[in-house]
């Protein structure tokens, strides 16, 4: 069953619009969160993260917003640009036995960003 | 660039070779992953290494055997490999231990082919 789930396999924003993409998970142990970019014939990219004690974390263009009651969050991409298009994931993270974390990954949303 | 390097970008080989994949990172990582990611699909963790030592092994068939020489160096030795092993195989490294919630980076991954 998928802990993290992105129910949106695709996105097509016009550029210098908003890209919101989102990320549900049912883990109420999860308590860190992260954005990974890939784009093909490459290996993901760290884009941003958030604890679970935040709500909102802001680097430049990316925001990730968390709701912990809904058990979702978003990434907004404003302004959104060509360079953009690509698969975002969300995954997850919770504290497990032996101090251990294991990512939990999203199936992905494929990103395109139209001139 | 990415700064995590995989060698070899692309490999097909037999189900009777014996083949390796090289990982090698310079950042002072202290934890060093591998990931197979099937076409469409989030990436998934077989292998991670803390401060060399093996801690997680996510009940990875024996055809698959790592090796971590030293703090900078990850290896995946391949042998006796089935067609389905065929999938890119991406090498991460963080900062600090899993636990500490630090980002994994990414290689770009080897193309494995297996005929």
């Known amino acids: 069953d998928q802990q993290v789930k992105q129910n949106s396999p695709s996105l097509s924003v016009q550029e210098g619009r908003i890209s919101i993409l989102n990320c549900d998970y049912t883990?109420?142990?999860?308590?860190?969160f992260l954005w990974y970019k890939k784009y093909p014939a490459e290996g993901p990219t760290f884009l941003i993260s958030i604890s679970s004690i935040k709500d909102k974390n802001e680097d430049g263009r990316f925001t990730v917003f968390l709701n912990k009651s809904a058990k979702h969050l978003s990434l907004h991409i404003v302004p959104s640009q060509p360079g953009d298009s690509a698969v975002y994931f969300c995954?997850?993270?919770?504290?497990?036995?032996?101090?251990?974390?294991?990512?939990?990954w999203g199936l992905g949303t494929s990103l395109a960003v139209n001139p | 660039d990415t700064e995590v390097t995989q060698t070899p970008k692309h490999l097909v080989m037999g189900m009777t070779n014996k083949k390796s994949l090289k990982c090698e990172q310079h950042?002072?990582?202290?934890?060093m992953y591998w990931y197979k990611q099937k076409a469409k699909k989030p990436p998934e963790l077989m292998f991670v290494?803390?401060?060399?030592?093996?801690?997680i092994n996510e009940s990875v068939p024996s055809r698959f055997s790592p090796e971590c020489p030293n703090s900078s160096l990850l290896n995946l030795h391949l042998h006796a490999l089935q067609p389905e092993d065929s999938a890119l195989y991406l090498c991460a490294s963080s900062s600090t231990t899993p636990a500490d919630n630090s980002p994994l980076h990414f290689g770009n991954g080897t193309r494995l082919t297996v005929t």
């Open positions: 883990n109420s142990m999860f308590d860190y």
């Open positions: 290494y803390s401060y060399e030592k093996l801690s």
């Open positions: 995954a997850a993270s919770a504290r497990e036995a032996g101090n251990n974390r294991k990512l939990i």
């Open positions: 950042m002072g990582h202290r934890a």
